[in-house]
Protein backbone atom coordinates (compact mmCIF):
# COMPACT_ATOMS: atom_id res chain seq x y z
CA UNK A 1 0.00 0.00 0.00
CA UNK A 2 1.31 3.49 -0.68
CA UNK A 3 1.66 5.68 2.19
CA UNK A 4 -0.12 8.81 2.42
CA UNK A 5 2.15 12.04 2.61
CA UNK A 6 1.90 13.05 6.29
CA UNK A 7 3.30 16.95 5.90
CA UNK A 8 4.32 19.34 3.30
CA UNK A 9 7.58 18.17 3.31
CA UNK A 10 6.82 14.23 2.42
CA UNK A 11 5.00 15.66 -0.31
CA UNK A 12 7.99 17.41 -1.87
CA UNK A 13 9.24 13.72 -2.25
CA UNK A 14 6.25 11.92 -3.37
CA UNK A 15 6.67 10.00 -7.05
CA UNK A 16 5.85 12.19 -10.08
CA UNK A 17 4.04 11.58 -12.86
CA UNK A 18 6.28 10.55 -16.07
CA UNK A 19 5.09 13.10 -18.80
CA UNK A 20 6.64 16.35 -18.53
CA UNK A 21 8.92 15.59 -15.53
CA UNK A 22 11.72 17.90 -15.68
CA UNK A 23 9.26 20.28 -15.83
CA UNK A 24 7.10 18.76 -12.39
CA UNK A 25 10.90 18.08 -10.31
CA UNK A 26 11.22 22.18 -10.69
CA UNK A 27 7.99 23.61 -10.28
CA UNK A 28 7.84 21.36 -6.95
CA UNK A 29 11.09 22.06 -6.04
CA UNK A 30 10.59 25.22 -6.76
CA UNK A 31 7.59 25.71 -4.92
CA UNK A 32 8.85 24.05 -1.92
CA UNK A 33 12.08 26.64 -1.92
CA UNK A 34 9.46 29.54 -1.89
CA UNK A 35 7.10 28.13 0.61
CA UNK A 36 9.82 27.52 2.89
CA UNK A 37 9.11 23.22 2.97
CA UNK A 38 13.10 23.30 2.01
CA UNK A 39 14.94 26.47 3.87
CA UNK A 40 18.01 28.09 2.42
CA UNK A 41 20.94 26.30 2.86
CA UNK A 42 19.39 22.84 3.02
CA UNK A 43 21.23 20.06 1.81
CA UNK A 44 18.96 17.88 -0.75
CA UNK A 45 18.81 13.99 -0.81
CA UNK A 46 21.87 12.42 -2.60
CA UNK A 47 20.74 12.44 -6.50
CA UNK A 48 20.03 8.38 -7.04
CA UNK A 49 18.32 8.52 -3.42
CA UNK A 50 16.01 11.55 -4.91
CA UNK A 51 15.77 10.14 -8.36
CA UNK A 52 14.29 6.82 -7.02
CA UNK A 53 12.33 9.05 -4.58
CA UNK A 54 10.93 11.05 -7.42
CA UNK A 55 10.46 7.87 -9.78
CA UNK A 56 12.47 9.25 -12.39
CA UNK A 57 15.51 8.45 -14.40
CA UNK A 58 18.81 10.11 -12.42
CA UNK A 59 19.52 11.93 -16.12
CA UNK A 60 15.83 13.46 -15.49
CA UNK A 61 16.42 14.48 -12.18
CA UNK A 62 19.79 16.14 -12.96
CA UNK A 63 18.37 18.30 -15.80
CA UNK A 64 15.95 19.49 -13.53
CA UNK A 65 18.63 20.19 -11.02
CA UNK A 66 21.02 22.06 -13.70
CA UNK A 67 17.68 24.34 -14.33
CA UNK A 68 17.33 25.29 -10.45
CA UNK A 69 20.96 25.82 -10.46
CA UNK A 70 21.04 27.99 -13.09
CA UNK A 71 18.43 30.42 -11.88
CA UNK A 72 20.49 30.55 -8.45
CA UNK A 73 18.12 28.27 -6.49
CA UNK A 74 20.09 25.75 -6.06
CA UNK A 75 23.99 24.95 -5.51
CA UNK A 76 26.17 22.38 -5.75
CA UNK A 77 29.20 21.63 -3.78
CA UNK A 78 32.22 19.34 -4.47
CA UNK A 79 34.65 17.99 -2.68
CA UNK A 80 33.69 17.05 1.38
CA UNK A 81 30.54 17.76 2.33
CA UNK A 82 29.49 17.48 -1.38
CA UNK A 83 25.98 17.30 -2.67
CA UNK A 84 22.85 19.88 -3.50
CA UNK A 85 21.80 22.40 -1.33
CA UNK A 86 19.04 25.01 -1.54
CA UNK A 87 20.89 28.77 -2.18
CA UNK A 88 21.55 30.13 0.59
CA UNK A 89 20.20 33.62 -1.10
CA UNK A 90 16.84 32.84 -3.07
CA UNK A 91 16.09 36.98 -3.47
CA UNK A 92 18.21 37.66 -5.54
CA UNK A 93 17.06 36.20 -8.56
CA UNK A 94 13.50 37.04 -8.19
CA UNK A 95 14.29 40.51 -8.68
CA UNK A 96 14.97 40.79 -12.59
CA UNK A 97 13.61 42.38 -14.76
CA UNK A 98 10.06 41.18 -16.45
CA UNK A 99 6.63 40.97 -15.98
CA UNK A 100 5.48 38.62 -13.36
CA UNK A 101 1.77 37.35 -13.92
CA UNK A 102 -0.46 36.82 -10.93
CA UNK A 103 -1.66 33.52 -9.97
CA UNK A 104 -5.17 34.66 -11.93
CA UNK A 105 -3.23 35.89 -14.84
CA UNK A 106 -1.60 32.69 -15.30
CA UNK A 107 -4.52 30.69 -15.48
CA UNK A 108 -6.57 33.24 -17.64
CA UNK A 109 -3.22 33.01 -19.94
CA UNK A 110 -3.66 29.21 -19.77
CA UNK A 111 -7.19 28.52 -20.64
CA UNK A 112 -6.61 31.05 -23.90
CA UNK A 113 -3.49 28.94 -24.95
CA UNK A 114 -5.17 25.62 -24.51
CA UNK A 115 -8.42 27.09 -26.63
CA UNK A 116 -6.13 28.74 -29.30
CA UNK A 117 -2.86 26.87 -29.46
CA UNK A 118 -4.92 23.60 -28.92
CA UNK A 119 -7.84 24.55 -31.20
CA UNK A 120 -4.82 25.13 -34.14
CA UNK A 121 -2.67 22.23 -33.82
CA UNK A 122 -6.27 20.10 -34.21
CA UNK A 123 -6.82 22.20 -37.19
CA UNK A 124 -3.51 22.01 -38.63
CA UNK A 125 -3.75 18.14 -38.46
CA UNK A 126 -6.51 18.16 -40.28
CA UNK A 127 -5.90 20.49 -42.69
CA UNK A 128 -2.43 21.40 -43.75
CA UNK A 129 -1.27 21.12 -47.03
CA UNK A 130 2.19 19.82 -47.68
CA UNK A 131 3.91 23.56 -48.16
CA UNK A 132 2.53 24.10 -44.62
CA UNK A 133 3.88 20.82 -43.25
CA UNK A 134 7.24 21.87 -45.15
CA UNK A 135 7.05 25.85 -43.40
CA UNK A 136 6.26 23.72 -39.67
CA UNK A 137 8.80 20.92 -39.91
CA UNK A 138 11.17 23.59 -40.87
CA UNK A 139 10.37 25.73 -37.79
CA UNK A 140 10.17 22.90 -35.80
CA UNK A 141 14.43 22.24 -36.83
CA UNK A 142 14.85 26.26 -36.61
CA UNK A 143 13.59 25.91 -32.41
CA UNK A 144 16.35 22.91 -31.99
CA UNK A 145 19.21 24.93 -33.69
CA UNK A 146 18.21 28.07 -31.16
CA UNK A 147 18.41 25.64 -28.20
CA UNK A 148 21.89 25.75 -28.69
CA UNK A 149 22.46 29.37 -28.06
CA UNK A 150 20.68 32.10 -26.29
CA UNK A 151 17.21 32.91 -24.22
CA UNK A 152 16.88 35.36 -27.39
CA UNK A 153 17.25 33.39 -30.42
CA UNK A 154 15.34 30.44 -29.15
CA UNK A 155 12.24 32.95 -27.98
CA UNK A 156 11.82 33.90 -31.30
CA UNK A 157 12.20 30.48 -32.91
CA UNK A 158 10.13 28.97 -30.28
CA UNK A 159 7.27 31.77 -31.00
CA UNK A 160 8.19 31.02 -34.76
CA UNK A 161 6.97 27.37 -34.71
CA UNK A 162 3.95 27.96 -32.75
CA UNK A 163 3.04 30.36 -35.43
CA UNK A 164 3.51 28.10 -38.17
CA UNK A 165 1.11 25.66 -36.30
CA UNK A 166 -1.42 28.05 -36.13
CA UNK A 167 -0.76 29.31 -40.05
CA UNK A 168 -1.36 25.42 -40.77
CA UNK A 169 -4.95 25.67 -39.61
CA UNK A 170 -5.34 28.00 -42.20
CA UNK A 171 -7.28 30.61 -39.90
CA UNK A 172 -6.35 34.29 -39.89
CA UNK A 173 -7.97 34.61 -36.90
CA UNK A 174 -6.31 32.26 -34.77
CA UNK A 175 -2.64 33.22 -36.10
CA UNK A 176 -3.59 36.76 -35.11
CA UNK A 177 -4.63 35.26 -31.55
CA UNK A 178 -1.46 32.91 -31.50
CA UNK A 179 0.39 35.85 -32.32
CA UNK A 180 -0.69 38.06 -29.42
CA UNK A 181 -0.42 34.84 -26.50
CA UNK A 182 3.48 34.80 -28.00
CA UNK A 183 4.09 38.17 -27.41
CA UNK A 184 2.62 37.81 -23.58
CA UNK A 185 3.99 34.89 -23.15
CA UNK A 186 7.48 36.80 -24.26
CA UNK A 187 6.97 38.83 -21.60
CA UNK A 188 6.49 36.66 -18.87
CA UNK A 189 9.40 34.03 -19.55
CA UNK A 190 11.44 36.88 -19.68
CA UNK A 191 10.89 37.77 -16.31
CA UNK A 192 11.86 34.29 -15.04
CA UNK A 193 15.18 34.46 -13.52
CA UNK A 194 18.62 33.38 -14.34
CA UNK A 195 20.07 32.83 -17.88
CA UNK A 196 17.85 29.96 -19.45
CA UNK A 197 20.59 26.79 -19.66
CA UNK A 198 20.97 24.60 -22.66
CA UNK A 199 19.21 21.97 -20.83
CA UNK A 200 16.52 23.82 -19.99
CA UNK A 201 15.92 25.20 -23.74
CA UNK A 202 16.16 21.65 -24.92
CA UNK A 203 13.56 20.28 -22.73
CA UNK A 204 11.06 23.00 -23.56
CA UNK A 205 11.65 21.43 -27.37
CA UNK A 206 11.52 18.24 -26.45
CA UNK A 207 7.84 19.28 -26.01
CA UNK A 208 7.33 20.21 -30.26
CA UNK A 209 8.34 16.75 -30.84
CA UNK A 210 5.12 15.11 -30.52
CA UNK A 211 2.92 18.11 -31.64
CA UNK A 212 4.88 18.19 -34.51
CA UNK A 213 4.79 14.66 -35.44
CA UNK A 214 0.93 14.19 -34.88
CA UNK A 215 0.39 16.96 -37.19
CA UNK A 216 2.33 15.10 -39.93
CA UNK A 217 0.15 12.20 -39.64
CA UNK A 218 -2.42 14.01 -39.53
CA UNK A 219 -3.98 13.43 -36.22
CA UNK A 220 -6.05 16.19 -35.06
CA UNK A 221 -6.77 14.74 -31.02
CA UNK A 222 -2.94 13.81 -30.45
CA UNK A 223 -2.28 16.93 -31.86
CA UNK A 224 -4.57 19.22 -28.99
CA UNK A 225 -3.32 16.79 -26.20
CA UNK A 226 0.37 17.03 -26.88
CA UNK A 227 -0.02 21.21 -27.27
CA UNK A 228 -2.31 20.78 -23.91
CA UNK A 229 0.68 18.51 -22.28
CA UNK A 230 3.09 21.10 -23.99
CA UNK A 231 1.16 23.90 -22.44
CA UNK A 232 0.79 22.33 -18.86
CA UNK A 233 5.28 22.09 -19.29
CA UNK A 234 5.16 25.96 -19.68
CA UNK A 235 3.20 26.98 -16.80
CA UNK A 236 5.29 24.31 -14.85
CA UNK A 237 8.44 26.51 -15.46
CA UNK A 238 6.97 29.52 -14.69
CA UNK A 239 5.43 28.82 -11.50
CA UNK A 240 8.89 26.57 -10.55
CA UNK A 241 11.23 29.16 -11.20
CA UNK A 242 9.29 32.03 -9.89
CA UNK A 243 9.20 29.69 -6.37
CA UNK A 244 5.73 29.18 -6.40
CA UNK A 245 5.96 33.32 -5.43
CA UNK A 246 2.50 34.41 -7.80
CA UNK A 247 0.32 37.43 -6.43
CA UNK A 248 -3.38 36.28 -5.91
Given amino acids: MVSVP ?3 RDSVFQPLQVEGAVERIVRRLGEAIGSGVLRPGERLPPELELAEMLDVAPMTLRQAL ?3 RDAGYVETRRGRGAGSFVAA ?3 GPLGQGGRVPSERELVDLVDWRRAVSGEAAFLAA ?3 DADALDALSAAAAATERAALGGFADYRLAD ?8 EAAGSPRLVAAEASLQAELGEILAALPGTWSTDALRSSTSGHTPILASVLQGRPEAARAATLEHIEATRDW ?3 LHLGRLSA
Fill in 66 to 68: AIL
Fill in 159 to 166: SGFHLAVA
Fill in 89 to 91: DIA
Fill in 238 to 240: IVG
Fill in 6 to 8: QTA
Fill in 126 to 128: ERA
